[in-house]
């Protein structure tokens, strides 16, 4: 068992920055990838983010240039820094961590707010 507490969502004006942090409890199985999903009303849940245990990263299209994500493996933490934002990002923003052992699990974060609004 997993658990995913995020941090950091808020309201924020268009073109600016904000941080999201989503910290993990120890696992009794490698952590094969933790990403960030993204959930705006009306809408189906998205990926936008991925980050590997060996550090590769993959970006959905519509953040590339804007957001970055990177882990802080000490602290079991990994974190999307999100610039340049637009009223679209304005979604709720989940934290997800793959595993693979003992069988492929998703686990997930509560999720936090995020509004661009002027």
């Known amino acids: 068992q997993v658990q995913l507490v995020e941090s950091g969502g808020g309201l924020v004006q268009p073109g600016g920055s904000l941080g999201l942090s989503c910290a993990a409890s120890?696992?009794?199985?490698?952590?094969?990838?933790m990403r960030w999903y993204r959930q705006a009303p009306g809408k189906e849940r998205e990926l936008v983010a991925t980050?590997?245990?060996?550090?590769?990263?993959n970006y959905a299209d519509s953040v590339k240039g804007r957001f970055t994500i990177s882990r802080d493996n000490a602290k079991n933490t990994v974190y999307l820094q999100m610039n340049s934002l637009k009223p679209e990002d304005t979604a709720v923003y989940y934290c997800n961590a793959l595993i693979t052992q003992p069988q492929l699990t998703n686990y997930w974060g509560q999720g936090t707010q995020v509004t661009v609004s002027s």
């Open positions: 120890r696992s009794a199985f490698p952590i094969i990838a």
């Open positions: 980050i590997t245990s060996g550090g590769s990263t």
